[in-house]
């Protein structure tokens, strides 16, 4: 159990000042200075009105208490580390709802900028509050005559890790594909900075929704429940009714300036085909519109589908109708390895391959049966086969002793 705190001199004299102003009893002002963490017995406010206790401390004016009756839930009861550590939360807190708030506000044009600067200084925050939780020093040093000294800005104040340094710092605890959302997010926040870009809403918001996501799932795991964030927020209301014809002629209004464009692109490269398929790194919602054909479902704005199943099978299908993954046969997929100079790759290697990886199995997502009834591989099969045969060509020529199929 958490150790018992003492009151404050400044909150003895609101508890002075609740007793003479206003009509509560010693039950109903405990509320005001007892919090989780924090344990204080109503019999203490008791010795307070009764003048047994504290009686040298001067009562605040009614004026100091209507402020703090009104700003009460932000003022802690913390003091010291702890002190520190629950405001920078609390910043870190309001810069990710600030960020959500706007980007979900239809009146607010570029709203995509100013989530991603909103965010990029929420992250750096709860890094804070996380390192200095774990006594980890966040300050930057340099060398002066040979010895290390903390950096100081220009106004002689020390100069903490950016978001940057925080991802990059062994205590760092997040996994892989959230660190590269949140990399993509500065390298983006760094590309777009003082310049023209167009609307990039669209092209970033999965990437948006998954750092919030992710930052609202540390936030709660790292610091507790009572601070999350994903409470506050509903389901937006969608605006938008229109024909399939009508959708294709939103997206490409979304004008972006072609350099950014390219820019943007070329950062989901960098990652695995893994992260990019994992929705810590970009998470993707999609509507499908319905009609109610069961009681109780007249109720709900959003049902998740579990990937799977025949009714996300049937959407898939559906949505993907237009755009056609490339399809590759096996005998393509050899004849493609062996161009790329993975001579000793043949048809018998590639069956022991996708036998072992359990290629054919629908939900691994490596190809499709079609009507023909012959299987055929997409992109995701051939960048898995390239990872493989690069793997073992390095092991043959470092006389790793690969055992491969003839």
Known sequence: MAPRESLGTWEIALIKAFIHFVEMNDQEILPYFSRPGR????????????????GDVEMASEEELRVFRERWYSYSVKSG????IEELILKARESQIAAIQIFNNPAINFRAETFIVLSVIAWTYLFHAFFKKRSVDYRYYKEVNGVRTVELTKDGLERYWELTSCLEAKQCPLAKPVKENLCYLIEVRNSIAHRFTGNIDLKVASKLQAAALNFASWLASEFGGEYRIDSDFGVAIQMSSFSHDQAKLVYAAQSVDPKIASIIDKLDDRVSERTLGD??????????????????????????????TETAGEIERVIFKEREKPKFKPAQIVAEMRKRGFKWFNMATHIVLWRQLDAKNPKNGFGVELADNQWYYYDTWVSKVTEYCEKTQADLSSGGGAEITK
Do not use: D, M, W
Not at 39 to 45: A, E, K, L, Y
């Open 279 to 308: 929705t810590k790194y970009a998470f993707n919602v999609l509507f499908v519109e319905q009609a109610c054909n069961r009681p109780g479902q007249a109720n709900k704005v959003v049902e998740f589908i579990r990937a799977g």
């Open 39 to 54: 344990s204080i017995n109503h019999r203490v406010i008791g010795e307070i009105r009764s003048g047994s206790h504290f």
């Open 81 to 84: 580390k702890q002190r520190e």
